[in-house]
Nanobody, 123 residues
Framework: VQLQASGGGLVQAGESLRPSCAASGFVFDAYAILWFRQAPGKEREGVAC????????DYADSVKGRFTISRDNAKNTVYLQMTMLQSDDTAVYHC?????????????????WGQGTLVTVSS
């Protein structure tokens, strides 16, 4: 079972990025996928989640209205469209999986976690 995030980078405040999370080794469309982030010196923070059943989504208040999570089950991939990026969004972004449904608030119930991708926002 593997999850691999990619597509991070260095951008200026106000710009956009769209990292992706590629999955393998499990029945992807049966799993909810969550994006979380960890900034230096800070705790992990769940930011967005998309369910397996109906594709419903939920977001942390810190990113609501700026980030959009989506999935392409044919490609076993989840995306995180990030717009209006701010310096506070600087972090390593990871994805994680959980059978069935879940929420961005329940990071600890998601396993496995994948390798992350670094997003750096300069102000």
């Amino acid at each position: 079972v593997q999850l691999q995030a990619s597509g991070g980078g260095l951008v200026q405040a106000g710009e956009s990025l769209r990292p992706s999370c590629a999955a393998s080794g499990f029945v992807f469309d049966a799993y909810a996928i969550l994006w979380f982030r960890q900034a230096p010196g800070k705790e992990r923070e769940g930011v967005a989640c998309i369910s397996s059943v109906d594709g419903s989504t939920d977001y942390a208040d810190s990113v609501k209205g700026r980030f959009t999570i989506s999935r392409d089950n044919a490609k076993n991939t989840v995306y995180l469209q990030m717009t209006m990026l701010q310096s506070d969004d600087t972090a390593v972004y990871h994805c994680a999986a959980k059978y069935g449904s879940g929420s961005y608030t329940s990071l600890d119930s998601f396993r496995p976690w994948g390798q992350g991708t670094l997003v750096t926002v300069s102000s």
